[in-house]
């Protein structure tokens, strides 16, 4: 299912919330270093694209351990939609990734990508709902965000609390006949701290953040 942005997507106050609260460099560094044995030391970046690239709020994101910062193990690109009583977020693939390895820290690499470098992922994007001073986000249902991982067929499950400055989620593939868990932590989430804001590069809406 394919939405579109409207006046709405732009002006909504959760929307442009969540959007500034995501702009970041964040790390898990004091979970990692507090048990080193169960979590490693990651960063994720959530990089504002142009706002034209989508005509709505868009993001590139990268998840890459600490010790080898040049080779991201997840990427994606993210559009933002309001749907009035929720955040919609489109999830998209890079063709191919390698090229845009380093744009969550290098804004060269980032001016690189393109809508024609993405495709889409369908059945795999996020909603996200306002508690409070909190959003929580899951995968859209259905289980239908397909993964293979070790020779098996996983659907994804995805859990994400967004405050001003943390970021924690807990992903998971299930294998789709047995729900066993396949891949993912069986530690617990991932606690992350905003070590950067990046959400002066917003820049259609810079002053409501």
């Given amino acids: 299912m394919t939405i579109a942005a409207s006046d709405s997507s732009i002006k909504s106050s959760d929307l442009l919330t969540l959007a500034c609260w995501m702009a970041g460099d964040f790390s898990n560094q004091k979970q990692s270093f507090a048990n080193p044995q169960l979590y490693a030391h990651i960063h994720i970046f959530f990089r504002p694209l142009p706002f034209e690239f989508f005509s709505a709020v868009g993001f590139y994101s990268e998840q890459v351990y600490d010790h080898d910062l040049w080779t991201p193990y997840r990427q994606g690109v993210h559009r933002l939609v309001d749907l009035g009583d929720r955040i919609y977020i489109e999830n998209y693939s890079l ?51 397909l993964i ?14 967004v405050t001003e400055h943390t970021w924690i989620s807990l992903d998971k593939g299930m294998d789709i006949e047995t729900h066993e868990q396949i891949w993912g932590s069986t530690a617990g989430p991932l606690r992350f701290e905003k070590r950067e804001s990046f959400a002066d590069e917003l820049n259609a809406v810079t002053a409501l953040c």
């Fill in 95 to 145: 063709k191919d990734p390698i090229l845009y390895a380093g744009a969550g820290r290098e804004s060269d690499i980032l001016k690189t990508i393109t809508p024609q470098s993405i495709e889409r992922r369908y059945n795999c994007s996020m909603v996200f709902v306002r508690e409070g001073e909190m959003f929580r986000g899951s995968v859209e249902p259905g289980n239908q965000c």
């Fill in 148 to 161: 293979p991982r070790n020779g098996r067929q996983t659907y994804l499950i995805s859990e994400v609390e």
